[in-house]
Nanobody, 118 residues
């Protein structure tokens, strides 16, 4: 019913940039909030950023001013532009969406690895 396909992860040097994409395939319901979370080894999963259908955004404190989230509702895709990357940004980045069909249900992507290293 719902599939999320993430792309854009990889290895980048400190100060570099990456752009993540997540394409959602939803057969029933309306996608409300779309977002990105990340998990570093030995740490809990944390919010990176999310965006609602109106374009209102919310960012984790550690990425404010460096990352930008956006979405294209026509193609059900959410993007994460990551600039000025730091080694502490390393982790697995997960796409997350909420789908409304009488009730809200959350779905997760499989994750994409981002490694920031010299």
């Amino acid at each position: 019913q719902v599939q999320l396909v993430e792309s854009g992860g990889g290895l980048v040097q400190p100060g570099g940039s990456l752009r993540l994409s997540c394409v959602a395939s939803v057969s029933i319901g309306i996608i409300t909030t779309m977002g990105w979370y990340r998990q570093a080894p030995g740490k809990q999963r944390e919010l990176v950023a999310h965006i609602n259908r109106s374009g209102n955004t919310n960012y984790g404190d550690s990425v404010k001013g460096r990352f930008t989230i956006s979405r294209d509702n026509a193609v059900k895709t959410v993007y994460l532009q990551m600039n000025s990357l730091k080694p502490e940004d390393t982790g697995v980045y997960y796409c997350n969406i909420w789908v409304e069909n009488y009730r809200q249900v959350s779905y997760w992507g499989q994750g994409t690895q981002v490694t920031v290293s010299p």
